[in-house]
Antibody, heavy 114, light 107 residues
Framework: QVQLKETGPDLVQLTQTLSITCTVS????????VHWVRQPPGKGLEWMGA???????DYNSAFKSRLSISRDTSKSQVFLKMNSLQTDDTAKYFCARSSAFDYWGQGVMVTVSS | DIQMTQSPSSLPASLGDRVTITCRAS??????LRWFQQKPGKSPRLMIYGATNLAAGVPSRFSGSRSGSDYSLTISSLESEDMADYYC?????????FGSGTKLEIK
């Protein structure tokens, strides 16, 4: 069945780089897009960007040059990297399948600490 | 960027009530509108896609509609399991944008 699972650190130091992996099963990354969405504690959802099934990427300009999304199709993994972390990057980070957003991972809660 | 203005932010309601949540799009998004339900500590769940289509496994008391640039999610008869946060999402163009959310709670 379709599954997505995010793995990453619980805690990241201020100004450092966040790396999160989304490992998928039950579908191919060359057939379906994968999106990244985050949610600060007690706040709403924010679309961060996408890895398209053809290998291209798209980013929310709010993250400008801080954000990078890549993939390893042989491992069914999509990677999110974001640098220069600030305290307001503390959030739960989700990956979701396709522009249908029909399946989501359970999310990983990341705290940025000074 | 397309702005999605969602209202109300909070909706106290009683079991059995008919409730409606609305999102207004700042530009034309056609029917590229989805609704999600999110319960505390859980991932969002797709409820409605294409503005009016019920996602798989969603109870028929949920429905979606469109009037111009206004998109609505209606629950015909509120049940206790419906108490959650609800978000709209436009996927017409990048950056995709969510509404600010509606907290549906028991009155």
């Amino acid at each position: 069945q379709v599954q997505l699972k995010e793995t990453g650190p619980d805690l990241v130091q201020l100004t450092q780089t966040l790396s999160i992996t989304c490992t998928v099963s039950g579908f191919s990354l060359t057939t379906y897009n994968v999106h990244w969405v985050r949610q600060p504690p007690g706040k709403g959802l924010e679309w961060m960007g996408a890895m398209w099934n053809g290998g291209g990427t798209d980013y929310n300009s709010a993250f400008k040059s801080r954000l990078s999304i890549s993939r390893d199709t042989s491992k069914s993994q999509v990677f999110l990297k974001m640098n220069s972390l600030q305290t307001d990057d503390t959030a739960k980070y989700f990956c979701a399948r396709s522009s249908a957003f029909d399946y989501w991972g359970q999310g990983v809660m990341v705290t940025v600490s000074s | 960027d397309i702005q999605m203005t969602q209202s109300p932010s909070s909706l106290p309601a009683s079991l059995g009530d008919r409730v409606t949540i609305t999102c207004r799009a700042s530009q034309d998004i056609g029917n590229y509108l989805r609704w999600f339900q999110q319960k505390p500590g859980k991932s969002p769940r797709l409820m409605i896609y294409g503005a009016t289509n019920l996602a798989a496994g969603v109870p028929s008391r949920f429905s979606g509609s469109r009037s111009g640039s206004d998109y609505s999610l209606t629950i015909s008869s509120l049940e206790s399991e419906d108490m959650a946060d609800y978000y709209c999402l436009q996927s017409k163009e990048s950056p995709f944008t969510f509404g600010s959310g509606t907290k549906l709670e028991i009155k």
